[in-house]
Each structure stands twice: as structure tokens, then as C-alpha cells.
């Protein structure tokens, strides 16, 4: 067996953290031949940013901890055994070693039958992935970051590293201090009190989110996935409001409501204040025209797929955009996920993501700086000219759910500058990825593009 790819006859798809905020934190542990344990610290981002701390005992009795990178693959075999593998790369050194020291990274693999839910995972380390090498590891466990501490986290991170300082600053979120440096010659933690959430030189007018979905739920191909999408939006930006105390204004432009000269009248009543925010999200057909020359992709008003494509059942994504930034808010923001090529090219596939659960650990710090500490405009798209979007009826766009998924990257405690412009480019990174061949047998992929002016 030469390697994971030769098992699978088809991909079901790649992980996306679909039910909280930020990394995931899991600890495998597995024992070798000679009797060594072994303790796995895994940060999982996102499909193609995760990495592994392992921690064990050489031959000589001397402490060792490597850092391994990730990435995540799902899919079936041609028994029809669903697995899910993390294949390890780029072992790098964090403790002391010396020449003798040497370490192939770890590969690791779920499998379960259909109908059965995923056991222990097994380990190898062999390049070949001959299935005499691979054996089940002892323990594996979602971890808590609220209940990490300094003990444990020192068994893998030197503590002044950054990610060190902040997962403990994650800790002690709801506390008066922050960890801000480490003195090595105490081994004590400085804390600082004064580094708290409280803004300076912002508008303190109080803030209202505009959130604008127009969702065509009703259409018979996409509905069910423009109305996980709409779903989506909707509790997300709820949540974000709440813990910011953020007004929130809800614009809703779907079922057999969803039209044109419904979308104009309700971008009629959006009236921000200039420390505002409007958010416009577009999840449905789109197409271009014949004689286009612009970019950006027609947004197809129509739940019902016999009414003729005109200029009076369209408008361009861009002509929404332009409507919003003259209303003078703060920050806008506008996102359309859908085709952006001929009329009729079909956007749906069965592929499905394979979901994993997040611990709330974002950072209130980076949620300010996204939400209230910046200000301009923003317009993206999930596919460039001439190409597709993707979605299916589970997870809803392919766009969308890697906006997400790099939303809560960029919020998480382990992003010490969060941008909108990194966000984006991960957006459109993660939904190409999911849109390539080697994780959607039956999709073309998505390169999708963006125009950000915004400042902190």
C-alpha cells in the first residue's frame, strides 16, 4: 500500500468547523514496541492548517518534544470503510537533541462502517503505510482549553512562545490579567492589568449590524443549501452581536419573496448610522452575461427557475455593493456565494464535509478589532469568471462555509493580528480546496476573488 490516497475510490470531503469558534485541541497518546509513551498535543485549524506537539522519552531517557504540520483528509474505501486521516510533515525540533535524535513523522486514521461511529484511531509512522505497521493508539480526547494550565501546556511549549502565551491569555480570558511575557530566569508569569478590552480613539456612538441575506430558498435545485446558508448567517451574526453588544438589525430577503424589486426595497430601508455595519450575503444562482466584462457575477433573483432571465429578474453583485457603500456606514461588507459563469451551469454535488466540534475560545480582543476597530469596504466572491460555486444540501456553500471557517481562525486566541484581508484570502484558499478534485470527485474548482479597503 503505497499510500492513503490508493484506498479511496471517492472523497467525501474535508474538516470544517462548523459548531463554534476557533481551533480544536486534542491529546493521543500511544505506546511503541519497547515500551515508550508517547503524547500527542494536536491544534487543529482547519484541514490545512493543523500541527501536532508530540512530547516523549528517548532510548537515553532524555525529554523530546517535535513539532509536526497537518493536513486532513476524508473518504471511503472501495469496501465502502469511511476514514478520516491526518497526514504529518515537516518534523521540526522545539526541545534540545542532539545528532542521535531523529523523528519520521506520525500519520494517524479513523475508520468506521457505515451506520457505526469512528473508534480509537490507528498510528503509523511508516512513509510506505504498510498495514502491518499501523496500530491503535491507547487514548484520544477533546481537550478543554478553559481547563488547560501551566503544567500541562509546558509539556509541549517552551513558555515564551507565542501560542504558549496565548493559550494561557485564553485561560485567563475572564480574569483581570493577561499573560504578556515570561521572565526565565523566575520561571514566573508577568501580568499585566491594564491590558484589557477597552477601546481608544473609536467612535463610541452605539453600533447596529445590518445583516442582509438574500437566500433563495425556494428554488428546487440549491433551496435546501441556500437555506443552510441563510441559517447559518443568522445564528452566527446573532452570536456575534450578543457577546459584542452590537444592535442587531435582520433584513431577510428569501422564499417566494426573493425578487429583485423585493431586494431594492429592502436595501431601501437599511439606513446606517456612520458607526455601522452592514453586512450583505448572497446565496443562490448566479450567472454573466453573454457581453459581461466585469468580474463580478449576476445575482439571480428568481425562485422560480421558468421565469425568464432579464434585466428586470438580475442584478449585479457589484451594483449591491455600490449601493451599500453610499450609505456612509463604518465597515461594509459584501459577500456573494454563487456561479459566476453561463446561465444553466449546475452548481450542486453530494459531497458532504465531515464536521468536528470547537470549544467557544475566542478572543473578545480580536472580535473588537474585526467588528469595531475598523472601518471600510469589502466585496467577495466565491468564483471568478467562467467558473461555478459549489454547495450541497448539508453544509450549505462552499464559500460561505470556509468564510466561517476562517472567521473563527482569525478570532481565535492563537491569531495574535487578525485581518479581514487574511480571512478572505483563507476563504477563498479553503473553498478551492474543498471545490479541487482531491476532496470532490464530481467538482471543478472555485478560485474566488475579493477587493478589500479596510483600516484598523
Request: charged share 20%.
Amino acid at each position: 500500500m503505497r499510500g492513503i490516497k490508493q484506498l479511496i475510490t471517492t472523497f467525501l470531503f474535508v474538516l470544517f468547523c462548523s459548531s463554534g469558534f476557533s481551533q480544536s485541541f486534542y491529546e493521543l497518546k500511544f505506546t511503541v514496541a519497547d515500551g515508550g509513551v508517547y503524547t500527542a498535543f494536536w491544534v487543529y485549524g482547519s484541514e490545512s492548517e493543523n500541527y501536532i506537539r508530540m512530547a516523549y522519552y528517548n532510548e537515553n531517557g532524555e525529554y523530546r518534544v517535535v513539532n509536526i504540520d497537518y493536513y486532513a483528509e476524508t473518504g471511503t474505501t472501495e469496501d465502502g470503510v469511511y476514514y478520516f486521516a491526518l497526514m504529518g510533515d515537516n518534523a521540526t525540533w522545539i526541545s534540545d537533541y542532539t545528532e542521535d535524535d531523529f523523528y519520521n513523522p506520525d500519520h494517524y486514521v479513523w475508520v468506521r462502517y457505515e451506520n457505526e461511529e469512528y473508534g480509537l484511531p490507528l498510528v503509523t509512522d511508516d512513509p510506505e503505510f504498510a498495514a502491518e505497521n499501523f496500530f491503535e493508539v491507547t487514548s484520544y480526547i477533546e481537550l478543554d482549553p478553559l481547563q488547560f494550565t501551566k503544567e500541562y501546556l509546558n509539556q509541549f511549549y517552551g513558555t515564551n512562545e507565542p501560542d504558549y502565551i496565548a493559550l494561557m491569555n485564553l485561560v485567563n480570558q475572564h480574569n483581570d490579567y493577561l499573560v504578556s511575557d515570561h521572565d526565565s530566569n523566575t520561571d514566573q508569569f508577568q501580568y499585566n492589568s491594564d491590558d484589557t478590552n477597552t477601546d481608544t480613539e473609536i467612535d463610541d456612538t452605539p453600533i447596529t449590524m445590518h445583516l442582509i441575506v438574500a437566500a433563495n430558498t425556494a428554488i428546487g435545485d440549491i433551496g435546501a443549501s441556500c437555506e443552510v446558508d441563510k441559517r447559518n448567517l443568522v445564528n452566527e451574526f446573532e452570536g456575534i452581536c450578543e457577546v459584542m453588544d452590537i444592535n442587531l438589525k435582520q433584513y431577510i430577503v428569501d422564499a417566494k419573496n426573493f425578487t429583485k424589486a423585493q431586494l431594492i426595497k429592502t436595501l431601501g430601508e437599511v439606513q446606517p448610522g456612520t458607526n455601522d455595519i452592514v453586512f450583505f450575503t448572497y446565496t443562490g444562482h448566479g450567472f454573466r452575461w453573454s457581453d459581461q466584462t466585469g468580474n463580478y457575477p449576476q445575482l439571480d433573483m428568481r425562485y422560480n427557475p421558468y421565469t425568464q432571465i432579464t434585466a428586470e429578474t438580475s442584478i449585479n453583485l457589484e451594483e449591491v455593493y455600490n449601493i451599500i457603500i453610499a450609505k456612509g456606514a463604518r465597515l461594509n461588507l459584501v459577500l456573494g456565494d454563487c456561479c459566476n459563469s453561463d446561465v444553466g451551469v449546475n452548481q450542486r454535488t453530494n459531497n458532504t464535509f465531515l464536521a468536528s466540534r470547537n470549544e467557544a475560545n475566542f478572543n473578545h480582543n480580536n472580535l473588537r478589532k474585526l467588528f469595531v476597530k475598523s472601518q471600510g469596504n469589502i466585496i467577495a466572491t466565491a468564483a471568478s469568471p467562467g467558473q461555478v460555486s459549489w454547495s450541497n444540501s448539508v453544509n450549505g456553500g462552499f464559500f460561505l462555509s470556509s468564510f466561517f471557517q476562517a472567521f473563527r481562525e482569525e478570532i481565535g486566541y492563537l491569531d495574535t493580528d487578525p485581518q479581514w484581508e487574511d480571512m478572505l484570502e483563507s476563504t477563498i484558499k479553503y473553498a478551492a480546496y474543498k471545490s479541487s478534485k482531491s476532496a470532490c470527485n464530481n467538482c471543478t474548482i472555485q478560485n474566488g476573488q475579493k477587493a478589500i479597503s479596510v483600516s484598523y
